[in-house]
């Protein structure tokens, strides 16, 4: 696992964690890494005060339907799994929401630990999961 870095570091301080298909152009957005394995852990959210603000989902599923009542909040999503033509793909486009699609992880096993800050740029062609470093 990644360790959370502390922000304020310049652009050659950052690590690629993975990279993949972008939903659309959206620039660059910063937000806390959060892995989603299904239902239970978007209630879990819910359940919260903090809510999904501020919150980059993290799902294998292409499909990940169940993100449904919290992603007009979320500040991105990243899908381990699927294209931009796949449904979280297309809501993830439609919504503005920015998004990283079949994502594949720069060093395979290592993947930021939820909380972790996170910057998703969709500046290039490919959309990049990046983490300050020290």
């Known amino acids: 696992m990644i360790e959370?870095?502390?922000d304020g570091h310049d652009e050659q301080d950052r690590a690629e964690v993975g990279r993949g298909q972008k939903t659309y152009d959206f620039g660059t957005v910063h937000g806390r890494w959060r892995r989603f394995e299904g239902p239970e852990d978007v209630?879990?959210?819910m359940d919260g005060e903090a809510g999904a603000?501020?919150?980059v989902a993290v799902v294998r599923d292409a499909g990940a339907t169940f993100l449904g009542p919290i992603f007009d909040e979320l500040v991105g999503v990243v899908c381990t799994g699927g294209t931009i033509r796949s449904h979280i793909g297309i809501i993830s486009?439609?919504?503005r929401v920015p998004g990283v699609i079949g994502m594949v992880y720069a060093v395979e096993g290592e993947e930021p630990v939820d909380g972790t800050v996170v910057e998703l740029?969709?500046?290039g062609d490919d959309g990049i999961i990046l983490i300050p470093v020290r």
């Open 4 to 6: 959370q870095r502390l």
């Open 121 to 123: 740029d969709g500046t």
């Open 93 to 95: 486009r439609e919504y």
């Open 53 to 55: 603000e501020g919150v």
């Open 43 to 45: 209630l879990d959210l």
